[in-house]
C-alpha cells in the first residue's frame, strides 16, 4: 500500500503501482481504483493554476484515447500544504464493492493502546478560550478538534478498513486515499462538500450534532430537541449560509432552504441542509467548486481567517488531512468531493483518528468534548471497539 515510488514533481509518469487501491464509496456509486499512471502535486503551483493542472492533464489522456480518466485524492485542511492527486490506471465504478477487494486477506488485529493526542483538560481549556474569543472579537463559530492514536498489533488494512466503514456506514461516503508518504487517508464522512454531474451542483452542508442512541424513540426526541435548538441552529445557519453564497456565483439557480432537515448517521444526528442547483457554465468543474467552498464553516468558522488562526493558536496539533476534502473529478470536470471528518490514518500498525465540533456562544466545553467522542465512535466502531472511549480490554480483537 506504499506509493514510495511517487516523485515530488507537478507530473510523475509512474509504473508498477498496482498494488495502490484508491476506494470512494457513494449513495450512487463505488469507485475503486488501482495502480497510478500520473501524480498531480500542488508543489510551486497556485490554486487555480494546479485546478487547471489537473483538468489540462486529464483532457490530454482522453484525447490520447483513455477511456473516463479520473484524478482522486485529498486536499489538506490548509490549501498551502502539499496537496496530491493520482491518475489511477484502471478505475471502475461499480454497484457493489468489488470481490477483488473484500477477497483481501483479513486481520485479525488487537488494539493495544490507545492514547490522546489532545486530551480533554487541553480541549476543553481551548473550547473556553474560544468562547471568550468570540465575547471579544469578530469571531462567531469556530471548529475545534482532538486526535487519538490507536496502535494495533499487527498491520492495519486500509482497504478492508473501507469495507467495514461501508458495511456499517452505507449512507456515508466512504474512503481510502493512499497518500504518497505511505500512510493510508480511512473514513466515511456523512457530508458532501459538492458534487457535480454535467450542470447540476449539489451540496450538503451539516453542522448541529446530537448523539444517536440505538432506540427510534429517543432518536425522535434528540432530533426534535436538535431541531429547536437556537444555539445548534445558528451554528447550522452559519455553514449553510456560506455554501449557499460561495455556489451562488456558479450558478443559474440554486435552492436556499429556509430551514434545515435532519439525517442520522450511524453515530450521529446532525441538522442538514440539501442545496442544490444549476451551473451557469457547464465548464465550471467538480474541483473549481470544492476549493470555491473549502474550507465551509462546517470544519473551520466564521468569519474563516480569523477561524484558521484561532484553529492554529489553540488546537496544538497539525490537522494535515484531517477537515479538507476527499473525492474525485473526470475529465469533463464531473465529480464528488466530501469533507474529510470521521476518518483516520493509517500508519502501519497505527491510526490516528480525528473529531471537531463547533463552537459558538452557548457552546458548552463538556457537551462539545462529549460531541468529539461520539463522533469518533464511527471509526472506533469499525476498529472493532465498542461505543466507549476507551479498549474494552488491551487484547480485544478487531475484525479488520
Ligand atoms: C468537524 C466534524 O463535524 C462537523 C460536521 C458536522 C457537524 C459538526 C458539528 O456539529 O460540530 C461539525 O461541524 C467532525 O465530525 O469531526
Not at 503501482?17 to 508543489?43: C, D, P, R
Not at 451540496?203 to 444517536?212: I, Y
Not at 470544519?299 to 488562526?309: D, E, H, M, V
Request: aromatic residues 6%; hydrophobic residues 35%.
Amino acid at each position: 500500500m506504499n506509493p514510495k515510488n511517487i516523485d515530488q514533481k507537478n507530473i510523475e509518469q509512474t509504473t508498477d503501482q498496482s498494488e495502490i487501491q484508491f476506494i470512494f464509496t457513494s449513495q450512487h456509486k463505488i469507485l475503486t481504483a488501482t495502480g497510478v499512471k500520473q501524480t498531480l502535486s500542488n508543489e510551486g503551483l497556485n490554486t487555480p493554476d494546479f485546478i487547471k493542472s489537473v483538468k489540462s492533464h486529464l483532457q490530454k489522456l482522453k484525447i490520447a484515447g483513455h477511456e473516463n480518466p479520473i484524478a482522486i485524492g485529498s486536499i489538506p485542511f490548509d490549501i498551502n500544504q502539499k496537496t496530491e492527486f493520482f491518475i489511477p490506471n484502471n478505475c471502475l465504478f461499480s454497484d457493489d464493492f468489488p470481490s477483488d477487494t473484500s477477497s483481501l486477506e483479513t486481520d485479525t488485529t488487537k488494539l493495544i493502546a490507545l492514547s490522546q493526542v489532545t486530551g480533554e483538560k487541553h480541549f476543553k481549556g481551548a473550547v473556553n478560550k474560544a468562547l471568550s474569543l468570540s465575547e471579544n472579537t469578530q469571531l462567531d463559530k469556530v471548529v475545534l478538534s482532538r486526535a487519538i492514536d490507536v496502535q494495533t498489533e499487527g498491520t492495519l488494512n486500509a482497504q478492508n478498513m473501507a469495507r467495514v466503514l461501508h458495511q456499517q456506514n452505507p449512507s456515508a461516503y466512504t474512503f481510502s486515499i493512499p497518500q504518497s508518504n505511505g500512510t493510508t487517508l480511512v473514513g466515511a464522512s456523512p457530508e458532501l462538500l459538492v458534487k457535480k454531474q454535467g450542470n447540476q451542483v449539489s451540496s450538503n452542508p451539516l453542522a448541529g450534532s446530537r448523539k444517536r442512541t440505538n432506540t427510534t424513540k429517543q432518536n425522535k426526541l434528540l432530533s426534535e430537541e436538535l431541531w429547536s435548538c437556537t444555539k445548534d441552529r445558528f451554528e447550522h445557519k452559519l455553514v449553510a449560509d456560506a455554501v449557499y453564497q460561495n455556489l451562488k456565483p456558479f450558478c443559474n439557480d440554486l435552492n436556499n432552504p429556509k430551514a434545515p432537515s435532519i439525517i442520522e448517521t450511524s453515530a450521529m444526528i446532525h441538522l442538514s441542509t440539501k442545496i442544490d442547483g444549476t451551473l451557469s457554465s457547464v465548464n465550471t468543474s467538480a474541483l473549481d467548486l470544492a476549493y470555491a467552498l473549502h474550507p465551509t464553516p462546517a470544519i473551520c468558522g466564521t468569519p474563516a481567517n480569523l477561524a484558521k488562526a484561532t484553529i492554529q493558536h489553540l488546537e496544538g496539533y497539525e490537522r494535515a488531512q484531517f477537515c479538507g476534502a476527499v473525492g474525485w473529478m473526470d475529465a469533463d470536470g464531473n465529480g464528488e468531493w466530501v469533507v474529510t471528518i470521521r476518518c483516520g490514518v493509517i500508519q502501519q500498525n497505527s491510526i490516528r483518528l480525528y473529531a471537531g465540533a463547533g463552537i459558538v456562544q452557548g457552546s458548552d466545553p463538556s457537551a462539545e468534548f462529549s460531541e468529539t467522542e461520539a463522533k469518533l465512535n464511527t471509526m472506533l466502531t469499525a476498529l472493532g471497539f465498542s461505543a466507549a472511549n476507551e479498549p474494552q480490554q488491551p487484547t480485544q480483537t478487531m475484525a479488520i
